[in-house]
């Protein structure tokens, strides 16, 4: 019986998948063909997630960057994951149909389009040319 007990312990305490935990630690510059995006990533991977209450982060800059550009947003591109910047993934959540919780997770990541930069442009935010999706 102890070891019954055990065993479902263990199945009830196994661990969520490594980008569920991981809150962005930066943004990445990611190209593909002629194109490339700025994105929130955690190391490098764009599996990561960012809250209301992130500040000073180069993720949520990348965030609120397509929210600006992308999904029309009046918002600041501070760094701070503020109440403007919840209520602008909002309303780019209702838009694709996911849960409006204002947080930036999976599936988010996977649904939101992205401004993209021709190579000359790599660095220049304002410079896009037009948005799309990146991540399958």
Known sequence: LAAAVLAAATVLVA???????STCD???WTGAGSYNWFLPTYHRSPYCNL???NFNNWGVV????TLVRCY???IAIDGDFGADTKFALQQAQRIHQLPVNGDYV???VQRLRWPRYTAQN?????ANDGCSYTIT
């Open 15 to 21: 661990p969520a998948p490594a980008f569920a935990a």
């Open 26 to 28: 930066g943004g990445t």
């Open 51 to 53: 809250r209301a209450g």
């Open 62 to 65: 990348a965030l609120q960057n």
């Open 72 to 74: 029309r947003q009046p």
């Open 106 to 108: 999976a599936p988010v």
């Open 122 to 126: 790599v660095g220049r935010l304002e």
